[in-house]
C-alpha cells in the first residue's frame, strides 16, 4: 500500500520562484492536511480539506495556496518563495469516522536561497 | 482555541528506566486524542489513540497513555525503554473543526 504519496523529496528554490508541493493518496480518505515544522515549533497547519473541492485556511496560510480537484490530490503551491518558508512540509490525510487518525507522507525538506 | 501542551522539549532518560512525556490539552468537550512518533528524517506515525472507552490505551512498542478527563491529560509511559525509541513525540488532538493540532513535541533522548 502506497498510502501518503509526497514529492518531492527534497528542493532548493531561489526566493520569488514557484512550485507545487505533490500530495496523493491512495485510501479514499475524505480529509487532508498540509503541515509545516520547523524545529521545536511542532508542526502548524497551513491548509487543509475536507472533500473535493472544499479547502479551508488553518493557522499560517499566508504565501501559499491549495487546490482539491480530486479525492486523492491535494497540491500545495508557493508562489513566491521567500527564506521564511524553508521548512519540511507534511501532507496527511484521514476519514472521519471510525478510524480518525492522520497518515502521513514522508515529507518535503525545501530550502529557499 | 484548542491547544495541546508538551511540557517537556526533551526528555534524557537511562535505556531499561521507566519514561513518561506529558501532554494536556485545553478543551470542554470530547475530543480523540493521539500519540504520534517521528523518527530522524521521516514521516509521523502513529503510537496510539483514544477515541473513547477504556481510558488507558495501548500502542505499539510497548507504550500505553492514559486519559485524564478531569485534568485534561493525555500522557504517554512506557516501562522500560531502548534506544530505539530515540525519537520525537507528539501529542494531538482533532478539534471540532476536524483540525488535527499538535503540541510542540518531545525529543526523547536515551542514555547509555
Known amino acids: 500500500n502506497a498510502g501518503v504519496t509526497q514529492t518531492p523529496k527534497f528542493r532548493i528554490l531561489k526566493i520569488g520562484q514557484s512550485m507545487t508541493l505533490q500530495c496523493t493518496q491512495d485510501m479514499n480518505h475524505n480529509y487532508m492536511y498540509w503541515y509545516r515544522q520547523d524545529p521545536g515549533m511542532g508542526l502548524k497547519l497551513i491548509y487543509y480539506s475536507v472533500g473535493a473541492g472544499i479547502t479551508d485556511k488553518g493557522e499560517v496560510p499566508n504565501g501559499y495556496n491549495v487546490s482539491r480537484s480530486t479525492t486523492e490530490d491535494f497540491p500545495l503551491r508557493l508562489e513566491l518563495a521567500a527564506p521564511s518558508q524553508t521548512s519540511v512540509y507534511f501532507c496527511?490525510?484521514?476519514?472521519?469516522?471510525?478510524?480518525?487518525?492522520?497518515?502521513f507522507g514522508q515529507g518535503t525538506r525545501l530550502t529557499v536561497v | 482555541a484548542q491547544s495541546v501542551t508538551q511540557l517537556d522539549s526533551q526528555v534524557p532518560v537511562f535505556e531499561e528506566a521507566p519514561v513518561e512525556l506529558r501532554c494536556n490539552y485545553s478543551?470542554?468537550?470530547?475530543?480523540?486524542l493521539f500519540w504520534y512518533v517521528q523518527y530522524p528524517n521521516q514521516g509521523l506515525q502513529l503510537l496510539l489513540k483514544y477515541l473513547s472507552g477504556s481510558t488507558l490505551v495501548k500502542g505499539i512498542n510497548g507504550f500505553e497513555a492514559e486519559f485524564n478527563k478531569s485534568q485534561t491529560s493525555f500522557h504517554l509511559r512506557k516501562p522500560s525503554v531502548h534506544i530505539s525509541d530515540t525519537a520525537e513525540y507528539f501529542c494531538a488532538v482533532i478539534n471540532r473543526d476536524d483540525k488535527i493540532i499538535f503540541g510542540k513535541g518531545t525529543r526523547l533522548h536515551i542514555l547509555p
Open positions: 496527511a490525510s484521514r476519514l472521519t469516522l471510525g478510524a480518525p487518525e492522520a497518515f
Open positions: 478543551s470542554s468537550v470530547s475530543v480523540y
